[in-house]
C-alpha cells in the first residue's frame, strides 16, 4: 500500500500534518481556561475540544475548520453547573446535539445567508478583541490574597519579550521557508528559549495538569423525567444556537478566505452529532473556533486531515506527553494568538467607515460592541433585526403611485415599489375614494406583494371603494391575493389578465 502525500486542492497532507500540531498546542490552554469559566475540571474541556474537533472534521461540511470547546458556549454553562452540577451539562449538551442534528436535517443552515454583510464584518471584527481581551489574563498572576494582578519587573518585560519574539518569527518566517508552519517553529524556538535559558515565565502547566486518560462512554446520571427535561431544555436551545450561529459564521469566513464553499448543513449535522457524542463520554461540547480555524488556515491546513490531525495529536499530548506540554510557555501562545488577532480582524472597515451608510457603519460597531459586551449570537440577532428594520424603513418610502384618466373617464393608479407590512400605510395614504370617479383601477404590473399585512391592505383598500359605492379594478395581482379578496363581492373585480405569477411570502395565510 502507497500513500499519497503529493498536495492537491483539496489539501496538502504535510501541511494539513504540521498544522494539526501547530492548532493543537494553541487548544490546550483554550480548552483548560473554558472548563475553569464553565467551572468543571480541565479534562471535560480537553474532551470535549479532542472529541469535537474529531467528529467534525470527519463529517463535517468545512474541510480545514477547526472545533472544540469555545468560551461562547462556556459562559452559557457555568450556571447550569452552578445550580444542578455537571451531569446535567451533560445530559444538555447530548440534546443541544439533538437539536443541532435537527437543523441540519431541515436544511435550515441556510439561513445563515440572510445575515447581512455589515454583520459580519461586526462579528468578525468582535471576535478579534474578545480573543485579544482573552489573552491578557497571561499577563496576570495571582497574588497571595488569590486576586488577579498584573505582571510587574522582570516578570512583564520577559513575557512581553516572548510574546514579541513569537509574533516576530510568525510574521517573517514565511520569508525565508514555508516549510514548516510559522506558528509552530515560533512555539518550538520560544519553548527552547525559556527551557535551555532558564527563564522565568509562566507556563501551560500553571494553568492545570492536562494528563488523563481516554474518554469513557458515560450516560449523563440525571433523572430521566420531565423535570431535567424542563432543567436542560432552555440551556440546550441557547447553546444549539450560539453553536450553530458561531459555526456557520466561521464557516463562512473560512470559505472567504479559501475561496471555496463550505456546506452549511451538513456542518449543522456534523456539529450536532459531534456533541451528542461528547455528552456521552464526559465532554462540555463544543462548536467552531474562529481562532484556531484561523491559525489552521494560515498554517497551511486545508483539508479534513488538518481537523483530524489536531484532534489526535491532542489525545496524544493528554494520554503520553503532558508533561512536555505543561513546559510551552503561555507567551508563546499567547503571541500566536495576537497574530491571528491581528490576521482576523477587518481593518479594512476603518477605510469603509466613510464610504459606506451610515446605517451600515451604525450596524457594523453595533454588532462588534455587543459581541464583547456580551455573546455573538446576542449580537447576531440584535445585528440581523436592526437590519431587517433599517431595510424595512428605507423601502417603506419606495412606494409610489402615478395616476392619470383613461379613455373610460375612469382613473388609473400605477403602483411602484414593494407592498410589505412597513410600507401599507404609506400605500393606503396613495388613494381618495370620496373624490376618485366612480370607476378606479389599481394597477400592480410594477408593484410587489410580499406578506400577509399587504394582502390585508389591499383588502382594506377595496373595503373603503366599495362603501363609497365606487367600483374598483385590481390588475396583475397574484391569485394569492385574489382569494383573499373575492369576499368584497360583484363590486370588487380583480383582473388577473398577463399575472406575473409571482407569490407571496406566506402562502397559507393567503
Not at 142 to 162: H, N, R
Request: hydrophobic share 55%; aromatic share 8%.
Amino acid at each position: 500500500m502507497q500513500f499519497n502525500f503529493e498536495c492537491t486542492e483539496r489539501g496538502c497532507p504535510k501541511n494539513d500534518i504540521l498544522s494539526g500540531l501547530t492548532v493543537a498546542l494553541a487548544l490546550v490552554p483554550e480548552a483548560v481556561a473554558f472548563a475553569f469559566v464553565a467551572g468543571v475540571d480541565p479534562l471535560v474541556g480537553l474532551y470535549a475540544a479532542f472529541m469535537v474537533g474529531l467528529i467534525t472534521a470527519v463529517i463535517g461540511g468545512r474541510p480545514g475548520m477547526i472545533s472544540g470547546a469555545t468560551g461562547a458556549l462556556a459562559v452559557v454553562m457555568v450556571s447550569l453547573v452552578a445550580l444542578h452540577g455537571v451531569e446535567y451539562l451533560f445530559a444538555t449538551v447530548v440534546l443541544m446535539g439533538v437539536f443541532q442534528i435537527i437543523v441540519g436535517v431541515l436544511r435550515l443552515g441556510k439561513f445563515i445567508r440572510m445575515v447581512p454583510h455589515p454583520v459580519m464584518l461586526g462579528f468578525v471584527n468582535g471576535l478579534a478583541i474578545v480573543i485579544f481581551l482573552a489573552q491578557l489574563s497571561t499577563f496576570k498572576t495571582k497574588d497571595s490574597s488569590g486576586e488577579l494582578q498584573w505582571l510587574q519587573g522582570e516578570q512583564m518585560w520577559i513575557m512581553l519579550g516572548l510574546v514579541a519574539l513569537t509574533m516576530a518569527i510568525i510574521r517573517f518566517l514565511p520569508k525565508l521557508t514555508k516549510a514548516i508552519p510559522s506558528a509552530l517553529a515560533a512555539i518550538l524556538v520560544v519553548s527552547l528559549a525559556v527551557i535551555f535559558l532558564g527563564m522565568d515565565s509562566r507556563t501551560v502547566g500553571d494553568l492545570a495538569s492536562i494528563a488523563g486518560g481516554l474518554p469513557e462512554f458515560h450516560i449523563p446520571m440525571v433523572p430521566f423525567n420531565l423535570e431535567t427535561l424542563w432543567i436542560i431544555l432552555p440551556y440546550a436551545i441557547i447553546l444549539a444556537a450560539i453553536g450553530l450561529i458561531e459555526s456557520l459564521l466561521t464557516l463562512s469566513l473560512i470559505d472567504e478566505i479559501t475561496d471555496t464553499r463550505g456546506r452549511g448543513n451538513k456542518e449543522c449535522v456534523g456539529q450536532g452529532v459531534a456533541n451528542t457524542v461528547t455528552g456521552m463520554f464526559g465532554g462540555m461540547g463544543g462548536c467552531a473556533m474562529i481562532g484556531q480555524s484561523m491559525i489552521n488556515v494560515n498554517s497551511g491546513g486545508r483539508g479534513r486531515l488538518s481537523g483530524i490531525s489536531a484532534a489526535l495529536f491532542l489525545l496524544i499530548f493528554i494520554l503520553f506527553a503532558s508533561d512536555l506540554i505543561e513546559m510551552i510557555p503561555l507567551a508563546a501562545l499567547t503571541g500566536v494568538m495576537f497574530m491571528v488577532v491581528i490576521g482576523t480582524f477587518e481593518w479594512s472597515s476603518f477605510r469603509l467607515m466613510g464610504k459606506i451608510p451610515l446605517t451600515d457603519a451604525f450596524i457594523l460597531v453595533l454588532v462588534s460592541a455587543v459581541t464583547v459586551a456580551t455573546d455573538l449570537a446576542i449580537a447576531v440577532v440584535v445585528g440581523v433585526i436592526v437590519s431587517a428594520l433599517v431595510f424595512a424603513w428605507q423601502h417603506a418610502k419606495h412606494i409610489n403611485v402615478k395616476s392619470y384618466t383613461n379613455e373610460m373617464g375612469g382613473k388609473v393608479y400605477e403602483l411602484e415599489g414593494p407592498l410589505f407590512f412597513a410600507s401599507v400605510k404609506n400605500f393606503q395614504d396613495l388613494f381618495d375614494p370620496k373624490n376618485d370617479p366612480d370607476d378606479v383601477v389599481v394597477e400592480f404590473q410594477n408593484s410587489r406583494v410580499y406578506d400577509h399585512s399587504a394582502i390585508e391592505a389591499i383588502d382594506t383598500l377595496a373595503e373603503r371603494y366599495l362603501n363609497v359605492e365606487k367600483r374598483l379594478h385590481l390588475r396583475h395581482l397574484s391569485p394569492e391575493c385574489t382569494k383573499l379578496l373575492r369576499k368584497g363581492g360583484d363590486l370588487v373585480e380583480v383582473n388577473l389578465i398577463e399575472d406575473p405569477r409571482y407569490h407571496v411570502a406566506d402562502d397559507q395565510l393567503a
